[in-house]
């Protein structure tokens, strides 16, 4: 359960911070939502909160987390294909951002940058590449409790 002011990442549009939970009715049916603000565009999203699990409303991860999360982009015998398609590699990484997993959002912003050294991205790879940033540098400046400028700065340092 979140309350109000708690902040959360939810899959795919990143932190936010729940604004308030109210009550709707809907088909005759009264349901509660979680009302959340997405922090980088203040984008308002509704929430049922029966469905937080299915939709991966989550936690920022703790601290103690960022160290792995540093070691998967620090990761580099990997296998990228780079005779796939850019659309199918697309539609893969989306499906990554989409679990919400932050690993797994290192994991396509690390790819994605190594793929950038072998060849051209497409201009949705390169859209994506600036998301998945997006999204590590803030849930990684939430859980350390820094500026984003200094995750901008570590995370070009993993990849100088």
């Not at 109000?4 to 990143?14: F, I, N, R, T």
């Given at each position: 359960?979140?309350?109000?002011?708690?902040?959360?990442?939810?899959?795919?549009?990143?932190?936010?911070v729940i604004?308030?939970?109210?009550?709707?009715?809907?088909?005759?049916?009264?349901?509660?939502?979680?009302?959340?603000?997405?922090?980088?565009?203040?984008?308002?999203?509704?929430?049922?909160t029966n469905?937080?699990?299915?939709?991966?409303?989550?936690?920022?991860?703790?601290?103690?987390?960022?160290?792995?999360?540093?070691?998967?982009?620090?990761?580099?015998?990997?296998?990228?294909?780079?005779?796939?398609?850019?659309?199918?590699?697309?539609?893969?990484?989306?499906?990554?951002?989409?679990?919400?997993?932050?690993?797994?959002?290192?994991?396509?912003?690390?790819?994605?940058?190594?793929?950038?050294?072998?060849?051209?991205?497409?201009?949705?790879?390169?859209?994506?590449?600036?998301?998945?940033?997006?999204?590590?540098?803030?849930?990684?400046?939430?859980a350390k409790?820094?500026?984003?400028?200094?995750?901008?700065?570590?995370?070009?340092?993993?990849?100088?």
């Open positions: 359960m979140f309350k109000v002011g708690d902040l959360a990442v939810y899959p795919a549009h990143g932190v936010g604004e308030k939970i109210e009550t709707q009715k809907i088909s005759g049916c009264c349901q509660d939502f979680y009302v959340m603000r997405i922090l980088d565009n203040d984008m308002i999203i509704m929430i049922p469905n937080v699990g299915n939709v991966g409303l989550r936690e920022i991860i703790p601290q103690t987390d960022v160290p792995k999360l540093y070691s998967i982009l620090k990761k580099r015998d990997v296998q990228i294909d780079n005779q796939t398609t850019w659309n199918r590699r697309y539609r893969e990484y989306m499906d990554k951002i989409k679990t919400g997993s932050v690993f797994e959002v290192a994991e396509v912003y690390r790819d994605l940058l190594m793929l950038r050294l072998e060849k051209d991205l497409s201009f949705g790879e390169r859209k994506m590449l600036d998301t998945a940033r997006n999204l590590l540098v803030k849930e990684i400046s939430l409790q820094v500026g984003e400028e200094q995750v901008e700065r570590d995370l070009d340092r993993i990849f100088s």
